[in-house]
């Protein structure tokens, strides 16, 4: 693989979105040439899976159903595009991955990890983002402005107590691993927010 495989995740109403965006805008300024990708989505498969899994309220889907459909999401977006890209020397930047599997289906649902990692791993055929960009923040501040933004989805529905489990894992997790998972803070503007994005990436790339 020649590419870089940068990934956004983080807590609801982080702004990963809006800082991946920017992300692709920079590094298309400093002559890369960068894809954004989100999950679940992105392939035909994936959007589809989207709508049942986000935009589908009277639907039950119960923990490992949900889980399931996130994997294959992740499975057939990481087959169809981002593997392609990489081998082709681009910079793939994926709106959540893996780690939001473990976050959670794992810390909010409670599915075994143990479980959780073979099926990522399986999903992924073992493909690991190089740089994690894990974007913290407090739970409350961040429901609020989700809901702000655009109303609740499904997953956002959830209980105040699932989404503070979400975050205890994400930060569990860059922990476990922080030589990948870069931590930042959402204190300041979305200009200061970004500015500490792209310092972790260039300090990344060279
Ligand atoms: P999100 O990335 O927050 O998109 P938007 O900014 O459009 O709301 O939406 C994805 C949702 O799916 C989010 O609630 C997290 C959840 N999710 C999981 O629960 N497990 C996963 O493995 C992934 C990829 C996402």
């Known amino acids: 693989m020649k590419g870089i495989f940068i990934t956004f995740e983080g807590p609801e109403g982080s702004g990963k979105s809006t800082h991946a965006l920017r992300l692709i805008r920079h590094l298309k300024a400093k002559g ?51 593997r392609p890209a990489l081998k082709s020397g681009k910079v793939v930047i994926s709106d959540r991955y893996y780690d939001a599997t473990t976050a959670y289906q794992g810390g909010g649902s409670g599915v075994k990890i143990s479980f959780i990692n073979k099926l990522n791993l399986e999903a992924t055929r073992g493909l690991k983002p190089d740089l994690t ?67 972790a990436v260039e300090e990344f790339i060279k």
Do not use: W
């Open 133 to 199: 960009l894990l974007l913290d923040i407090d739970t409350n501040t961040g429901l609020r402005r989700a809901k702000g933004v655009k109303g609740f989805d499904r997953m956002e529905e959830k209980s105040r107590s699932y989404h503070r489990r979400v975050r205890r894992a994400y930060l569990d997790l860059a922990k476990r691993e922080p030589k990948r998972i870069k931590v930042i803070k959402v204190r300041g503007t979305i200009n200061e927010t970004q500015g500490l994005v792209r310092r």
């Open 32 to 82: 890369y040439d960068p894809l954004l990708v989100r999950e679940p989505g992105t392939t035909r498969l994936g959007e589809m899976i989207r709508k049942i899994l986000l935009k589908s309220a009277s639907v039950k889907i119960g923990p490992f159903g949900e889980m399931m459909l996130f994997e294959a999401a992740r499975c057939q977006l990481t087959d169809e595009i981002i």
